[in-house]
Each structure stands twice: as C-alpha cells, then as structure tokens.
C-alpha cells in the first residue's frame, strides 16, 4: 500500500473514513503513522484553545458538534503501535497531568532517538544520570523479571527535571517517569487514556509508569 494522500490522512484522523487496510498500514508505516498523530495533535490544540478563549455558547456548540473525533497515538521502538483513543478531542478537560504525561510518552517513543543513553545494563544508565539531576535515580534491577532496560534520558514536565526510563516487554516499550516528591505534579489522577498506566511513590520520589500493556505488568514492573 502507498503512504496515505494528506486528505486522506485528515479524513481518517477525523473519523470521517474507516478501514482495515489503512489501520494494517499505520501500524507498520512510521511516516504515516507520525502523519495522523500531527494531524490530531493539531485539531487537538485548537480545541483547546477555542475553549481557552471561550467562545459564544451556540458557537461552541456548533464546533462541539462537529469534533467526536477518535485520535490515534503512535508508539514507535522496534515497531509502530498505533492506539485508538475514542473521543480524545472532546473528553472532560481535568486537572490531572498524567494526559500531559502520556503525551510525553507517545511523543518520545515517536521519535527517532527517545533516549540518550542506550544499555540494558542498570550499572550503566544509573550513573549516567549523575550531575544532571537533583536526586539519584534508582534504575531497577531487572535481569529476573519479563522485562528489559532500554535506557534513558532527561525529561522537563513545566520546567521541572525528571528521570525518564525507557523499559521493553517483548515488542511493547513503557516509558517510566521518575520525579523528586516536590517536583512531581500534584494531581495524577488516572483519566481515560488509552494506555495503561501506573503512579506509585517511594524513597522520596515519585514513578509514573505508562504503557500499552496490562496493569498488572505495570504493578509488577513497580515491584522490581
């Protein structure tokens, strides 16, 4: 199949068109892949900023009429992991940063290099972080677990530095953020995300695992 034309990439990041074929060919076509998630990345951020600049009600009814769009998040490490997410324009706006976490977290597996240290080994990515965080970074030792260390990098969440710890299970990629207590946002209430996702604190900082696989691989990921 030949990349998508840019109308049809709007249309289907619209929901306006729907098809197999097309789905098969996100999820392994990178180059498309990234061309939808921009597409509603875009639509998003104006939704957001036509509800920032509040508008007449019969105006925002009108646009609210016309934006039930799905969004598809790609994730992208040995292959292209495209997730549906319904209604991700027109969700309930919350307080919560974990939507701002998981874009993060899309965003970097998107990229061509989501990390900057590359290694499995734990003694390796641990002291690469020294000196350019305010706080040692506990890199889990996970060598009898299902799971595999990727590397890592630095993050900024609103200016504040964190840890990012790119993690693997067979093809699936887990991006964990790890903050120091009064760094971390405040409210990381769990939303409707598609993916998901995991928020435990310990020693003084705070984890937030996300990831398209199960919950229960998150909790055992936390237990590592």
Known sequence: MNHLAPEDVERFADGEITDSAIEQHLLECARCSMAVLQVVQMK?????????????????????????????????????????ITGLLTRTRTPSALPELVDMHVTLLASVNPVDVVSTDRHTVKPWFEGRLPFTVPVPDLAATPFRLIGGRVVYWRANPAAYLLIGKAAHRISVFVFRDDL????????????????????GLTFVAIGQVTREDLQQLQAA
């Not at 957001?48 to 009429?65: F, K, N, Q, W």
């Not at 405040?186 to 995300?193: A, E, K």
Request: net charge positive.
């Open 44 to 84: 998003r951020a104006i939704h957001e900023a036509i509800r920032d600049e509040a508008p007449p009600a019969a105006l925002r009814r009108r646009v609210s009429a016309r934006e039930s769009l799905p969004a598809w998040w790609v994730a992208v490490a040995a292959i292209i992991v495209l997730v549906l």
């Open 184 to 203: 971390a946002p405040r409210d990381l209430r769990d939303v409707p995300s598609g993916v998901s996702t995991s928020v435990w604190r310990a020693r």
